[in-house]
């Protein structure tokens, strides 16, 4: 185990001759290991006195240390901010820079009283390291100091020694897959543009966008910045499009260099609250933490409401807003009147989500076009009588909060591939049209029909014109 000094010194070599600041790399690296053993009881005095501020009172040096960790939470599990220019840039220095980060995990084990939570947040930063540097057949897998070509970059050394001699069993360690690059912009907000429908949406998310670019371009010319929360509410009936619009905007805010993953993971109220108190906020901040880098998209959040282990997911759900606001964004989802029951529980949810985007239902055309478009991505057609027959069902159907929309779509053109099926079924040579044709009749319902046909499973579109919404 490295003394933590040492490493910081070994990083600052690396970045001098990869071209970067110094003092930078020394800033980023004290900040990895504040964030790798902040929960280790008397991490913080150890930390300040090898980070070389010995004469700083209590008050101070606390402050300094979890000030500290706060930034480097996020490098846990991404690479660190000058590890990643590095690897932009193709630099022959990245490999190098990683391995001396892995090393700088393995000195944060040091700080204060080893722990197992310690030893397990270094294990996974250095792998999320060493995972960034790209790999080719020609190249060998990048290696800690000292290990020999070809052995596990992840399970050798440093945090992954200190976990053997605390519970005598080696850790098996699989490195973080490099991240594929961010989508282009443009592209993202075309393929927003390709949806069915949602023009208020899309022009929200427009204006949300022009909002942050701009709001990086008055930073980047020494402006003060405004106060502008990026996370938002999207209110809605079922099957309008929201979950489809949040993978978007964590891809959108990833090009923007608002996020360094732009993941979306999606959960409801059981993945956030556990059966006990106390046992919640452990459980929430989990999932927090896979979706660092990324959007946490929380479907009918209000669910959240009218109990204290709901209280205390939310709760925990703010705290971790702040904790990572430079790398998290929440989406929460739902009716409109619950979620504004929701947000205004907690002063905390009111003063972060000062967005609200209002997904509408879609009308009779948009449903046939998004019908359409399944069937095409199927390779099926419909007949005009099929299309006929499908808008006097769609005139026929109430509308209010059951009503699926793309959902009642997408169940109408599977229902009516069962029965194009059964209809075709004594058909002993059909022609490619036969298989092809939806006709009036798949859209009828038969007495001697069988039962519903299973979900057909289609593969996704680069450009989702017609996904089905959600």
């Not at 490195?175 to 989508?183: D, Y």
């Not at 059981?270 to 880098?293: I, N, R």
């Not at 907690?346 to 609200?356: C, D, E, M």
Request: charged share 20%; net charge negative.
């Amino acid at each position: 185990m490295s003394d933590l000094a040492s490493a910081v010194a070994a990083l600052e070599s690396v970045a001098s001759d990869a071209g970067l600041p110094t003092d930078q790399a020394r800033a980023e690296a004290l900040a990895f290991a504040a964030a790798i053993a902040e929960s280790a009881p008397r991490a913080a005095a150890d930390w300040v006195h090898r980070a070389g501020m010995p004469d700083a009172s209590l008050d101070a040096a606390n402050r300094a240390f979890f000030d500290a960790a706060t930034l480097g939470r996020r490098w846990r599990q991404a690479p660190t901010a000058l590890l990643s220019r590095l690897v932009a840039e193709g630099s022959s220095q990245a490999p190098a820079y990683a391995a001396a980060l892995t090393e700088v995990a393995s000195a944060a084990c040091s700080l204060g009283e080893l722990t197992m939570r310690v030893t397990g947040n270094a294990a996974v930063a250095a792998a999320a390291q060493l995972g960034a540097i790209p790999r080719t057949p020609e190249q060998p897998t990048p290696t800690r100091p000292g290990l020999p070509p070809g052995a596990d970059p992840a399970g050798a050394t440093g945090a992954d020694a200190a976990l053997t001699q605390t519970t005598g069993q080696a850790p098996a360690q699989t490195p973080a897959p490099a991240l594929p690059p961010a989508r282009p912009l443009a592209e993202l907000l075309a393929e927003l543009d390709a949806l069915v429908g949602l023009a208020r949406v899309k022009r929200e998310i427009h204006r949300q966008v022009a909002l942050l670019s701009v709001e990086q371009k008055r930073t980047a010319a020494g402006l003060k910045p405004a106060t502008i929360t990026r996370h938002l509410v999207f209110v809605g009936n079922p099957g309008t499009g929201k979950t489809t619009v949040a993978r978007m905007v964590a891809g959108i805010y990833r090009a923007l260099g608002l996020l360094s993953t732009g993941q979306l993971v999606e959960v409801d109220r059981s993945e956030l609250v556990a059966g006990y108190l106390g046992q919640t906020a452990m459980k929430t901040a989990e999932v927090c933490a896979k979706a660092a880098g990324g959007v946490l998209f929380i479907d009918e959040a209000y669910g959240l409401t009218g109990d204290q282990y709901g209280e205390e997911a939310v709760n925990t759900l703010v705290k971790e807003m702040e904790d990572r606001r430079d790398d998290l964004v929440l989406i929460v989802a739902g009716y409109p009147v619950p979620m504004a029951a929701f947000i205004a529980q907690n002063p905390g949810l009111a003063s972060r989500f000062t967005t609200v985007i209002e997904f509408e239902d879609y009308t009779d055309d948009e449903l046939v076009e998004i019908l359409e478009g399944l069937a095409a991505k199927s390779d099926f057609v419909l007949a005009e009588a099929a299309l006929t027959r499908v808008r006097e069902i769609l005139a026929a159907t109430p509308r209010g909060q059951s009503f699926g929309n793309g959902r009642f779509v997408r169940t109408l053109f599977e229902q009516a591939v069962g029965r194009h099926a059964w209809r075709l079924r004594d058909v002993a040579e059909p022609t490619r049209e036969q298989l092809c044709e939806l006709v009036m009749a798949d859209f009828d319902d038969h007495e001697d029909e069988p039962p519903p046909a299973p979900e057909i499973v289609s593969e996704p579109e680069p450009v989702p014109s017609a996904e089905e919404p959600r």
